[in-house]
T-cell receptor, first 114, second 112 residues
Framework: EDQVTQSPEALRLQEGESSSLNCSYT??????LFWYRQDPGKGPEFLFT???AGEEKEKERLKATLTKKESFLHITAPKPEDSATYLC????FGRGSTLGRLYFGRGTQLTVWP | DVKVTQSSRYLVKRTGEKVFLECVQD?????MFWYRQDPGLGLRLIYF???????EKGDIPEGYSVSREKKERFSLILESASTNQTSMYLC???????????FGSGTRLTVV
């Protein structure tokens, strides 16, 4: 069965302390991997899509990378406003693929303190 | 920008009531989805739809039904609300089977 696992579950960083979040996946064929940011009490907000191993995307202090088994979300010199839950999701070929269904991990709750 | 609008941010309902959660998207997306999100369990798919009047069960459809009479609107129905349906409900839409979702802002439902 397809599975998406995110680690760590929670991460506390001091402002300026760079780190990475991990998303490992086991799907029969990856169509795309998606990163979302979710603030408390709100819906997830799209950050990145990655389609093939070796691909990288950047946005401000965030950089997402993809290998054949996992993705990393690197956060460089984070600020308190980067505090949120970061969700990873995969879209697979085959099962439900024509409907674009995403399979989500449980998220990493990031707290950046001043 | 695509907008996905959920009609209520917060709802409080009584056990046994029939509850309607409404979701409207304004970009002619084909696919729409309903998830619930609970601490420690993540997002779980309840139902999805790929066309008007078409629906498919997700992973946890029990106790729920859906309606999609128009392309832009996807309704989630709790036939007889129970306390274990207290949750955050998220609606999402997608233009096709190749791109990701746009989410609504969520409805926090409390069943008492």
């Amino acid at each position: 069965e397809d599975q998406v696992t995110q680690s760590p579950e929670a991460l506390r960083l001091q402002e300026g302390e760079s780190s990475s979040l991990n998303c490992s996946y086991t799907v029969s064929g990856l169509r795309g991997l998606f990163w979302y940011r979710q603030d408390p009490g709100k819906g997830p907000e799209f950050l990145f899509t990655l389609y093939s191993a070796g691909e990288e995307k950047e946005k401000e202090r965030l950089k997402a990378t993809l290998t054949k088994k996992e993705s990393f979300l690197h956060i460089t010199a984070p600020k308190p406003e980067d505090s949120a839950t970061y969700l990873c999701a995969v879209q697979a070929f085959g099962r439900g693929s024509t409907l674009g269904r995403l399979y989500f991990g449980r998220g990493t709750q990031l707290t950046v303190w001043p | 920008d695509v907008k996905v609008t959920q009609s209520s941010r917060y709802l409080v309902k009584r056990t046994g009531e029939k509850v309607f959660l409404e979701c409207v998207q304004d970009m002619d997306h084909e696919n729409m989805f309903w998830y619930r999100q609970d601490p420690g369990l993540g997002l779980r798919l309840i139902y999805f739809s790929y066309d008007v009047k078409m629906k498919e069960k997700g992973d946890i459809p029990e106790g729920y039904s859906v309606s999609r009479e128009k392309k832009e609107r996807f309704s989630l129905i709790l036939e007889s609300a129970s306390t274990n349906q207290t949750s955050m409900y998220l609606c999402a839409s997608s233009p096709d089977g190749k791109r990701g979702y746009t989410f609504g802002s969520g409805t926090r439902l409390t069943v008492v």
